[in-house]
């Protein structure tokens, strides 16, 4: 079919609770043409007993590959394995194993933004559950700005080759996969590369996020949050890439 070809990547570490919601999100996707990585982080609870019945629900089954880690290795570490292997035209969906969807049309949204050949990379607006936080006003940052700054917040999506131009270094700190605040650890590289004009703010609401986790990273890590931003801010800014794709 015409249109991207979706990679919704799901790194997930005990969420027993929210496989449901998370999972059905995509199930019900009216936009047939995505095929899911659910990344289960080596939970402690029953998240990878009940990502399994759920991965076999119409709309998802054979359209999906379960990844099972036998030792935690973290969101950023699970993003960056997936998405350093797949097709470099492949878009990639970032999606949290608590949080989901907004609606069934989400994919579709996206989709249509794609047929602009100079759309790179995508951010958008979410609303929280429960309800009472929205965040739909673009942030981004000002063309050719020298410092690093504003979260991009979800839904995000982007060509898994803008992905793959990220310095695996970049992630890491003495050589492992930051833990926590993987977001902007590699939004800011490819929204820098992409500087020129080929990032689009979505204003849709196309995202949940979900504030009940007792284990949020806001919650339980914030300083290590705090310290990992300011490492990943003071690193060197990439430059804009003049093309993604080579034109034949």
Not at 37 to 57: G, P, R, V
Not at 145 to 166: C, D, M, S
Not at 224 to 245: G, V, W
């Amino acid at each position: 079919m015409s249109g991207p070809t979706f990679a919704i990547v799901v790194p997930s570490y005990n969420n027993a609770s929210w496989v449901s919601n998370n999972l059905r999100s995509l199930a019900e996707q009216t936009y047939p043409n995505f095929h899911l990585y659910y990344i289960d982080d080596a939970s402690t609870d029953d998240t990878k007993e009940l990502a399994e019945l759920f991965l076999e629900q119409p709309g998802l089954a054979g359209k999906y590959t379960l990844i099972s880690n036998s030792k935690r290795a973290g969101a950023l570490a699970n993003i960056y394995n997936t998405v350093i292997g797949l097709e470099p035209h492949t878009v990639v969906v970032g999606l949290d194993g608590d949080d989901w969807l907004a609606h069934p049309k989400v994919l579709e949204r996206v989709a249509e933004v794609y047929k602009d050949p100079n759309v790179w990379m995508t951010y958008g607006s979410f609303e929280s559950d429960p309800p009472g936080y929205k965040f739909d006003k673009p942030t981004g940052m000002a063309p050719h700005r020298k410092e690093r700054g504003n979260w991009l917040v979800p839904l995000r999506t982007y060509y898994a080759k803008l992905f793959q131009h990220i310095k695996k270094e970049d992630l890491q700190l003495d050589g492992s996969f930051f833990m926590t605040t993987s977001d902007i650890a590699y939004m800011f590289p490819m929204i820098e590369m992409a500087m020129d004009g080929h990032y689009r703010f979505i204003d849709e609401v196309l995202y949940i996020y979900n504030i009940k986790n007792p284990i949020n990273d806001f919650r339980i890590n914030r300083p290590e949050q705090n310290e990992i931003r300011l490492l990943i801010e003071s690193k060197e800014p990439y430059a804009p890439l003049e093309t993604l794709f080579k034109i034949t």
